[in-house]
């Protein structure tokens, strides 16, 4: 209860210092975030990044947990994520996040660790910058936020498909860079299904800690579930180096459609409210009675 109400009264702080409404007929631009131009040192180039804070950030002293978004562009994922931020912090379910959004240029060449098999060297000659694009996250992106945004307690990351590729490699070669995970339907066909094989020496390589790691996979099938399945059964037998939960959406979820819910789910699972409101549904809602006027 006492976090609903907190969530509420920052609602409505947001709210009241909300841009006047336009008059009628005309419109005016809906702000989502704040969206940045940052020279990267590591990449030689300018790149999007895009970030959202909780309602009442501006008003408040406390620190967030900062949510790294692999395809988050304003094109990308971003919007749909960034939504998932209001939510939490509407419900009050999870604690509210910073969401930054990381935007990609080409995503096989920038999320894919270089491959060992000839067939996928063949057919992907420019894959293989997972470790550059790592670098620009730690070096450039990281920085960056950390120095213009109340950020603490945790850090994580999340990415699905090829950006969920992104997670898993960045979690068994550099574990330190984030404290928590999610990899969403992660592409582990990639290279044959290298991290199936050298997930469990990698993982065994990593230091005791609290690290956690959501995992999961829809209906995609074939060497996908079976690179998941067999990092899942790795990761899973090392529970002093990461606490790990996987979710089978296969049921109920395709590869285009599963981001969002698993995504919603991690969320409910890293970040759970210490309190719920757990008072029963409003009697005009389950009775048929018609709402009280505001």
Known sequence: MKRLLAALALLAAACASAPEAPAPGEGAPIRLGVSYTL???VLGEDREINVWTPPGYEESDRRYTALYLIDGGLDQDFPHIAGLGQFGAASATYDPLIIVGVKTGVRIAELTPPATDA?????????GGSARFRAYL???VIPFVEARYRTGGRRAIIGESLGGLFIVDAFLNEPELFDDYIAVSPSLWWDDRVFARTAAQRVGRHAPSDRRLYLSIANEGGTMLDGVAAVRDSLAAAPDRVTLRFSDRSAEETHPTTFHPAAL????WLYAAAEHDDRPAPWWLTEGGTPPAN
């Open 119 to 127: 067939r996928f060297q063949t057919a992907f000659p420019n894959a």
């Open 138 to 140: 730690r070096d450039d």
């Open 39 to 41: 020279h990267s040192q």
């Open 265 to 268: 789910d991690a969320l409910r």
